[in-house]
């Protein structure tokens, strides 16, 4: 490649910069991911499995939380994967198992059983096709505007939430539950995968040069041991759980809470959609705020937001303060995905950042499987979601006021490349854009 090539001209603010188009990518990547066409709208199939199948809601929040658990689980492993191969390569493969894992749900048996075993399945292939790998990767492009990139990317899962759950709901009902299912296996198959392995490459980027004295890849970041013994990495984890519980509980449920106050499952999947069209503009007025100020008063708000509006949810007896509620809630919920990166590379550098990345989702994750059973538990006792979705508010709301003790940034990223630093980056700057 010539380096008069204008690709190398072009700082991250422009719209021409090479990594940009990488965002795109990625951003579909996420939206063919187990994140939009698993978990986001697990909710709309609830009622058709009680129907058909005779389980209870209990039962099958059982399911949802073991896909979670196997992401929890694999989740570290496959970032320390993330951080020592190309992330691509792996995300390729795990997305074409992931969507042989939806597939398979078409079959499924009245044996509990069944749904079990393939719900883990798809969360240990799911591990490779959510933000993990995409904010890898997008990380390796990006400093000055990190934020704004990441917005774009984890925006994916918000569009899918937008308008995956209408077309979803309608395609159950004219079509039924299994054919949905065979429809929703083609989108990892035939658009994430591919598009990932062909238009998804990391920019591999060398130490920049540092004194004799100084740590051994200091420039780089911390190790993962030495980022877990920080008190930052714990807020962090503190904050990602209290949203977790809040969002996953009342995602997996929202559907049939909504309708058992009278609203109509297609104005519930209606209402999901709203909760994700918030979540994108919040995603991405978030990511461009991230690149201006600190992100501790960000994840704050955040946290307050997502908090209030699930309370008002909880309680919302027609659809029209149900649409309001979503909408406060949704700007808030599903934030932590352009957090969590964020500050992690903000605060331990990019050596460990898909393991640390990991490591924090696992918290989330974990904390994902345990609502949803929690929330199915407390309905099938006593038929109402009301006073644990207030608990579930009140401890987000805490966790916001927590997030205000962070210490500053110590990656902080906004010091302009020097001329020789820039020369060193061109040659792994060509390479990777020649690969596009």
């Known amino acids: 490649m010539n380096r008069s090539d204008p690709a190398q001209a072009y700082p991250e603010e422009s719209l021409f910069y090479p990594g940009w188009r990488v965002v795109l990518v990625c951003q579909l990547g996420v ?16 009622k058709p499995w009680q129907h058909d199948f005779g389980w209870s809601r209990e039962q099958i929040s059982q399911s949802f ?9 694999c989740s570290p492993f496959m970032g320390r994967l993330f951080d020592r191969f190309e992330p691509r390569r792996l995300i390729t493969g795990m997305m074409v198992a992931f969507g042989l894992g939806l597939a398979s749900l078409a079959g499924l048996t009245p044996h509990l059983g069944r ?24 990380a390796s492009w990006f400093e000055r505007r990190l ?22 709901q309608h395609s159950i009902t004219v079509y039924g539950w299994r054919h949905t299912y065979l429809i929703l296996a083609a989108l990892p198959l035939f658009i994430g995968a591919p598009l990932t392995f062909f238009f998804a490459p990391s920019l591999r980027v060398p130490s920049i040069p540092k004194p004799a004295d100084a740590e051994p890849n200091a420039a780089t970041g911390l190790g993962w041991r030495r980022a877990l013994a920080t008190r930052s990495f714990w807020l962090i984890a503190l904050g990602v759980c209290s949203m977790s519980l ?63 509006g699930l309370f008002l949810l909880s309680r919302s007896q027609s659809f029209h303060s149900a649409v309001a509620a979503a909408t406060i809630a949704g700007l808030g919920l599903g934030c932590e995905f352009d957090l969590m990166p964020y500050m992690l590379k903000r605060y331990f550098g990019i050596r460990s950042f898909a393991t640390l990345y990991g ?15 929690i929330l199915g538990h407390i309905y099938d006792v006593t038929g109402s979601y009301i006073w644990i979705m207030s608990i579930f508010s009140g401890f987000t709301a805490a966790a916001g006021l927590c997030m205000l003790t962070l210490p500053a940034y110590r990656y902080a990223g906004f010091a302009p490349l020097s001329s020789n630093s820039r ?5 792994a700057a060509e390479a990777a854009i020649e690969s596009i």
């Open 359 to 373: 490591l924090v989702y696992t918290v989330y994750a974990a904390a994902g499987a345990v609502a949803p059973l």
């Open 147 to 168: 934020g704004t990139a990441l917005s774009v990317v984890v925006a994916g899962s918000g569009l899918g939430s937008l308008f995956f759950p209408p077309l979803v």
């Open 115 to 138: 749904l079990c075993l393939t719900t883990v399945f798809i969360g240990i292939a799911g591990t490779g096709t959510y933000q993990l790998g995409y904010a890898r990767i997008v």
């Open 423 to 427: 020369s060193s980056l061109e040659p």
């Open 31 to 46: 939206l063919s991911g187990v994140a939009t066409i698993f978990f986001t709208i697990f909710t709309l199939f609830i």
């Open 65 to 73: 939380s073991l896909a979670a658990i196997s992401v929890a689980i």
């Open 246 to 308: 809040a969002e996953n509980g009342a995602l997996v449920h929202l559907a049939p809470m909504l309708s058992d106050r009278g609203l109509r499952l297609e104005d519930a999947a209606l209402i999901v959609s709203v909760l994700g069209a918030a979540s994108v503009a919040g995603r991405l007025l978030l990511g461009w705020i991230l690149d201006f100020s600190e992100g501790s008063y960000i994840a704050a708000g955040s946290l307050l937001l997502a908090g209030a």
